[in-house]
């Protein structure tokens, strides 16, 4: 059964940086699609990031272009979400969630498997 571990999140201040984690386990991950989504409090979920299979397609939403990095290693089973610049309102809980197929899609009904999320608070 695919099972995603997310890591990384914390508390941090305005301008901070943060690296976030998502491993895999129990699938072909070299085969999947990866991607980055987050919510705020009342608010919907939202896709931040995503990359294909091979690692060589990336897409990022406007708010975070320029800011957040999308990377993966498929020899580790490893996705990463490199944030820099914070801002307050990059506060939500984080997910990185997988599709059975290579290409990025920004939708999160696109995507079959995700993980139990990580707080990121950026305090003003």
């Known amino acids: 059964q695919a099972q995603l571990v997310e890591s990384g999140g914390g508390l941090v201040q305005a301008g901070d940086s943060l690296r976030l984690s998502c491993t895999a386990s129990?699938?072909?991950?070299?085969?999947?699609?990866m991607a980055w989504f987050r919510q705020a409090p009342g608010k919907e979920r939202e896709f931040v990031a995503g990359i294909s299979s091979s690692g060589g397609s990336f897409y990022s939403a406007d708010s975070v272009k320029d800011r957040f990095t999308i990377s993966r290693d498929n020899a580790k089973n490893t996705a990463y979400l490199q944030m820099n610049s914070l801002k307050s309102e990059d506060t939500a809980v984080y997910y990185c969630?997988?599709?059975?197929?290579?290409?990025?899609?920004?939708?999160?009904?696109?995507?079959?498997?995700w993980g139990q999320g990580t707080q990121v608070t950026v305090s003003a």
């Open positions: 969630a997988v599709a059975r197929r290579p290409w990025v899609s920004p939708r999160a009904d696109d995507y079959d498997y």
């Open positions: 129990g699938l072909t991950f070299s085969s999947t699609a």
